[in-house]
């Protein structure tokens, strides 16, 4: 096998990775995009695609969304790739007195931190999107919220790279990590060994595998999420939609655990509906379950009756990277000085791209960046007692 020289490695050709390689490749840097299978094999061509502001929690993961959202317009000029971004506007909408009062306050919180949402009751919500059920009891409405196709941005990300003279290699599984007096100095693959003094880790729900490699323990669990892919059909939904159940769902285990997984519904620009999704805790089995999809068209249904006519074409599932505090782990660790972190973003991934791989791309290049990830850091896992390993390798 061959040996290389380059400035960064990138473990992890999925959406989070691509944009970290494509960002570095504008600021000239020398940098290897490794994936062990494929371009988006992994949760970034399993999922849906929604842009979506209202899901973050209000503070630095939602500054950190804002500022990405007013990047993809640039993008779908930039990269080399259709990415069928629309600014469609989202919905989240609300089915139960105890959510309506629990998103009274979400939006509170969100417009103080810039945000701009509006609560809707149900008559003004029906009028926004008519295909809504008489049930629905109102909405959040931002005009922010959009969608993009995931696996085109993934592979726009990574093709614009390589036009920038970044190497993509595919089929090359990490098998270990050089450590030269205290620091990172390899990376060996099966396609080669690389020799790198900075390393990023990037491998989504299989990160702690990579960490492992260094002798760090990675939070990192993966989190199926199931969903359903409908027959094309005439334009009836506008906005793309999520139900409060599917925040609350998000960032609290025990609701997921009662099938509390609520949902999201996007209509492509193809036609097709994305109907989705289960959060479950399973390893990391990839298969799709007869009662997880029934969940799915039951509650979807329920909240548009239209789609009880509508016919199922498929169905998938992909590994969330989910962390216990639903934030990503992003940026260098101490510890282990060249290794940084990109991983954890779960359903947040799509709409953080671009502001993930910027950032990380400028904390390499120039040891700054217009916002801190201080907050991010893998580190603040031990600071709340969690165990951190690092152990000599």
Do not use: W
Request: a neutral charge; proline letters at 5%.
């Amino acid at each position: 096998m061959g040996r290389t020289q380059t400035d960064v490695v990138i473990i992890g050709a999925g959406i989070i990775g691509s944009s970290i390689a494509y960002h570095l490749a504008r600021l000239k840097l020398r940098v290897i995009l490794l994936e062990r299978c494929d371009i988006a094999s992994g949760s970034s061509g399993a999922c849906d695609g929604l842009v979506f502001l209202q899901s973050k929690k209000p503070g630095i993961n939602l500054q950190l969304a804002m500022e990405s959202r007013k990047r993809f317009d640039l993008l779908a000029r930039q990269l080399p790739v259709p990415i069928e971004y629309k600014a469609t506007g989202g919905m989240v909408v609300i089915e139960t007195e105890a959510e309506l009062t629990a998103m009274r306050q979400f939006v509170a919180q969100q417009r103080e931190s810039g945000l701009d949402v509006t609560l809707l009751d149900g008559d003004q919500a029906r009028k926004i999107a008519p295909h809504l059920s008489e049930h629905i009891l109102g909405a959040t409405y931002s005009p922010l919220d959009g969608q993009v196709n995931p696996m085109s941005l993934t592979f726009g990300f990574a093709m614009g790279a390589k036009a920038l003279g970044a190497r993509v290699i595919t089929g090359a599984a990490v098998r270990g990590i050089d450590i030269t007096a205290g620091k990172v100095s390899a990376v060996e693959t099966e396609a080669g060994r690389f020799e790198t003094d900075i390393v990023i880790n990037a491998a989504g729900a299989h990160a702690p595998e990579i960490g492992a490699l260094v002798g760090l323990g990675i939070p990192i669990r993966p989190r199926r999420g199931q969903i359903i892919v409908t027959e094309a059909c005439p334009p009836i939904l506008k906005h793309c939609l999520i139900s409060a159940k599917y925040i609350a769902a998000k960032f609290n285990p025990e609701i997921a655990k009662t099938g509390g997984d609520g949902v999201s519904i996007e209509q492509t620009d193809s036609g097709n509906f994305l109907l989705g999704s289960t959060r479950e805790f399973v390893g990391f089995d990839k298969r799709t379950t007869t009662d997880g999809l029934h969940r799915i068209a039951d509650k979807t249904a329920g909240i548009i009756p239209a789609l009880k006519q509508v016919n199922v074409i498929r169905a998938f599932a992909g590994l969330r990277p989910y962390t216990p505090d639903g934030l990503p782990i992003l940026g260098p660790v101490d510890a282990v000085p060249g290794f940084f972190m990109a991983a954890g973003h779960e359903g947040d991934g799509i709409a953080l791209s671009p502001i993930t791989g910027e950032l990380i791309a400028q904390m390499i290049a120039t040891g700054k960046r217009d916002i801190s990830l201080d907050d991010f850091r893998l580190s603040r896992f031990a600071d709340k007692g969690q165990k951190i390993e690092v152990s000599n390798v």
